[in-house]
């Protein structure tokens, strides 16, 4: 199988230089927020035009249905993740020892998607190294959460 058929079309924006981190984290965002397709989002945002998506959208048609599957599987894990850190934002909001305000997110990459974590504290500056299941990741930036109405800021981490 070719390296398309194993790679979700966010990485493979990111490894043919079609998009920077950030970007692809905008529109995965906005994706996630307004149930758009994401290569409706890719253009709706100037990222990309509607051929380029088209082209990528081919090579991954043509990697088999069985991957398409796959990356299905990935995003449905993604927006479970997110409804789940949603969720304990609504929670930490409601209790007097809100998380709302104090605290900070992880943002973590990994080969099936993203995770949301939330941590104590103020989040780890931009170098770090953070301990996360499955070992430890690198901050690569701090920014705002990417949860509505959460306060809090998040770090986000890479492999090292």
């Known amino acids: 199988m070719d390296e398309a058929a194993r790679t979700p079309l966010g990485q493979l924006l990111l490894q043919r230089g079609l998009l920077d981190e950030e970007q ?5 965002a906005e994706h996630l927020s307004t149930g758009k397709l994401i290569g409706q989002v890719l253009v709706e945002l100037g990222y990309l035009t509607q051929n380029e998506v088209n082209a990528l959208l081919e090579v991954q048609r043509e990697a088999g249905a069985a991957e398409a599957d796959s990356g299905a599987r990935g995003i449905d894990l993604l927006r479970t993740r997110v ?8 929670q930490a909001a409601s209790d007097p020892g809100d998380l709302g305000g104090n605290g900070h997110v992880l943002f973590v990459w990994s080969p099936s998607g993203y995770a949301l974590l939330s941590r104590a504290g103020e989040p780890p500056c931009v170098g770090s190294e953070v301990g996360v299941s499955g ?13 509505p109405g959460d306060r809090r800021r998040c770090a986000y981490l890479d492999a090292p």
């Not at 692809?24 to 995965?28: C, N, S, T, V």
């Not at 409804?83 to 609504?90: D, G, I, P, S, W």
């Not at 070992?135 to 949860?147: A, E, N, R």
């Open 24 to 28: 692809l984290e905008i529109a995965l």
């Open 83 to 90: 409804a789940e850190a949603e969720a304990e934002v609504e």
């Open 135 to 147: 070992g430890s990741q690198v901050v690569v930036k701090i920014g705002p959460s990417p949860l």
